[in-house]
Structures are given as C-alpha cells and as structure tokens.
C-alpha cells in the first residue's frame, strides 16, 4: 500500500491534494508553517521543518514514507535539494510536482535578474513607485533601495512593520485577477513591478496587468536545483504512482 509525504505550500499541492483524496490513496500534506491559517486540505496535514535532511530522512522511515512528492514552489530550493538528498537516503523515490516557469510574450517589457540580489541592484537611479510581489521574504533587502515607494502584498498581517521607509501595505491571499491588479496598480501609481518567476496561473495576473498597462517588470530567475524526475501535472503523479514500485529494502 502506498503512502504519501506530499511537500506543499503552492497551488499545485493542494490540487494533487484533492486528486489524491478523490482516488483514495493515502497522504500527508507537510507545510512549512509560513501562512498563518493555510487552506483546509482533504487528507492529514502536518506542519513545520523536518530538520534538515537527515530530519526528513528519518521522517520517511518513521512514518513508513513509500514516495515523496516534492510540490513546493520553484524558489524554494533548499526545502528541494533536502527532499532529494533525503529520499536517497531513505531509499524512497521521488518526484517534482512542478510548473513550467514564465516566458516573455508581445507586450511584455521584462529585465531579467538571476537573484534577489540582482534584482536590488537593478533598481537604483530615481524614486519609483514599486509594486514588489515576493511576499514577506527579502523585502529587508530593498531597503538599500530607500528612495523608492513600495507596495507590498502579503497574505497575512506582519507582526512587525517592514523596514521600508515609503511603503503600502496590502494583506489579501487573492485568489488575484488581471482586472484586480491593474486596477492595483493604476490606483497606486506603480511604474515598476518586481517578481519571481514562479510559473502557473495563479500568480500570472500581476505580469498580465503589467503588460496591458506597459509597465517595466523585473522578473527573477529561478534558482537551480539538482536534477530529478518532474512532472507539471498532478494526473501525472498518480501514473508515477502506478509505475513506482513501493520500496522494499531502505537505505539506512
Ligand atoms: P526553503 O527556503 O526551501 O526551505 C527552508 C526550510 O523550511 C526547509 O529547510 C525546511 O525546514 C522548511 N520547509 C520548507 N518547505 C517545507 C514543507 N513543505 N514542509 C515542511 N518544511 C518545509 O523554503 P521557502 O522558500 O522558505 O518556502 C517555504 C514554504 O513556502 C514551502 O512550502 C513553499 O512551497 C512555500 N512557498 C514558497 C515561496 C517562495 O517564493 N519561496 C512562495 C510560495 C510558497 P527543515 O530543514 O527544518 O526541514
């Protein structure tokens, strides 16, 4: 009998969440621990770092772990370099629930940075008004930027102000749309958007609304990660499923 740790966080998981629900096979769906009231999910949840990978990897044996399904977002690459150190040395195997990262198309008036540092080094000159769309992390890191007006987008309300002297606010989990955030951006004056390349179509509208109003956007590479089996879609995950064999000797 399977048995699945699904490392989530994205939209992706949730939805490999629901099919896995749907076709009875059983899952445990592990968060960080980041949001501070996630999405009810249709199968058991556990929250919180494993403790690096030999943490994980003695998680995979404890809980009698037979796949790992890595869902995580694009940059969140230490939680996936561990979860492939990890499953090799817990002998379970492993695939990426990914999705394709962003290309520019017509319209589109994108600078491309290789890493948040780039992207700070990116924005000197004049005061704009910047709409930075990477949720809570690395905004400290903009404040050698200060001549700036931030917009920040978080999902849940700071304990602590962020450290940006110009900034607005904004707490909303979304789901977002194109004519939301160009109606943000109109109302906020934004003539630069800053963001990740996630990929998928739940954080696309920003880079929609950019396009339609001609705003320049600096878009951040992913980070690299090691190579492994991917698959962008959840369907996709039960055939690896099907095709898996469930471990019989672990690794020690
Ligand atoms: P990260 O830097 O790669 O991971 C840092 C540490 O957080 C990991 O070493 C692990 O702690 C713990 N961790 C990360 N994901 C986990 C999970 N799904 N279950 C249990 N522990 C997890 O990750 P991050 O960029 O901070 O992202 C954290 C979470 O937010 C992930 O679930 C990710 O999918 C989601 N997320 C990230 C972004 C982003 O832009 N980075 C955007 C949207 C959602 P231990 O070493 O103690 O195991």
């Known amino acids: 009998m399977p048995n699945i740790l ?11 969440a629901r099919l896995l629900a749907k076709h009875g096979v059983p899952a445990t769906l592990s968060y960080a621990g980041r949001t501070e009231a ?28 037979t796949h790992l399904v890595d869902a995580t977002h694009p940059f969140a690459a230490t939680m996936s370099a561990n979860a492939l150190a990890a499953a090799q040395l817990a ?13 520019p198309v017509s319209g589109d008036r994108w600078t491309r940075v290789a890493d948040i540092r780039g992207a700070v080094a990116a924005l000197g000159g004049a005061p704009r008004r910047i709409l930075l769309a990477l ?12 001549q700036h007006h931030y917009v920040l987008r978080f999902v849940d309300a700071p304990a602590v102000s962020p450290i940006l002297p110009h900034h ?3 707490v909303d989990r979304g789901p977002f749309t194109p004519e939301g955030d160009r109606a943000l951006m109109e109302a906020h004056g934004i003539d630069r958007v800053v963001c990740k ?7 696309e509208a920003k880079l929609i609304a950019a396009r339609a109003l001609g705003i320049p956007l600096l878009m951040i590479d992913r980070p690299t990660l090691p190579p492994r ?23 020690v």
């Open 6 to 16: 699904l490392l989530g966080g994205t939209t992706e998981a949730s939805a490999l």
């Open 38 to 65: 996630p999405r009810a999910q249709p199968i058991p949840v556990r929250v919180g770092g494993f403790g690096g990978v030999e943490g994980l990897a003695a998680y995979l044996r404890a809980a009698r772990v």
């Open 91 to 103: 002998g379970v195997p492993l695939v990426a629930l990914t999705r394709p990262a962003w290309v």
């Open 135 to 146: 949720g809570r992390m690395h905004v400290a890191d903009f404040a050698a930027m200060p």
């Open 168 to 170: 607005t606010l904004i």
């Open 197 to 203: 390349n996630a990929g998928g179509r739940g954080a």
């Open 229 to 251: 089996a991917e698959v962008t879609d959840p369907a996709a995950v039960l055939e690896w499923l099907d095709h898996t064999a469930v471990p019989t000797e672990r690794g």
